[in-house]
């Protein structure tokens, strides 16, 4: 398996940015597919965004396309959530995983890292 470690979280106003990084160790980081997935309180964990492993297929909610981004750097072990134009709905824990296909269901995720708080104040 893979180990994530996330990082980047933080206390930001709303419309503000903040960029999240996952780093991976362990197995061959190349070979997964990478999820983000964010847990507000009192929610369940959702689906915010996932990459295939070559980069070249990502997915979004609805609620972040056009504001989020998601990319990755193989050559860094690394996948990062760039987050713009951010509203006080997005504060969650946020949450990277590793998949063997890209894929919304986080049943599909074997792997995932321990979460980064992200706070966006009105």
């Known amino acids: 398996q893979v180990q994530l470690a996330e990082s980047g979280g933080g206390l930001v106003q709303a419309g503000g940015s903040l960029r999240l990084s996952c780093a991976a160790s362990?197995?061959?980081?190349?070979?997964?597919?990478m999820g983000w997935f964010r847990q507000a309180p009192g929610k369940e964990r959702e689906f915010v965004a996932g990459?295939?492993?070559?980069?070249?297929?990502?997915y979004y909610a609805d609620s972040v396309k056009g504001r989020f981004t998601i990319s990755r750097d193989n050559a860094k072990n690394t996948v990062y959530l760039q987050m713009n134009s951010l509203k006080p709905e997005d504060t969650a824990v946020y949450y990277c995983a590793a998949a063997m296909k890209i894929t919304r269901s986080s049943s599909e995720y074997a792997c995932w890292g321990q979460g980064t708080q992200v706070t966006v104040s009105s």
């Open positions: 990459i295939s492993w070559t980069g070249g297929t990502t």
């Open positions: 362990g197995r061959t980081f190349s070979n997964y597919a």
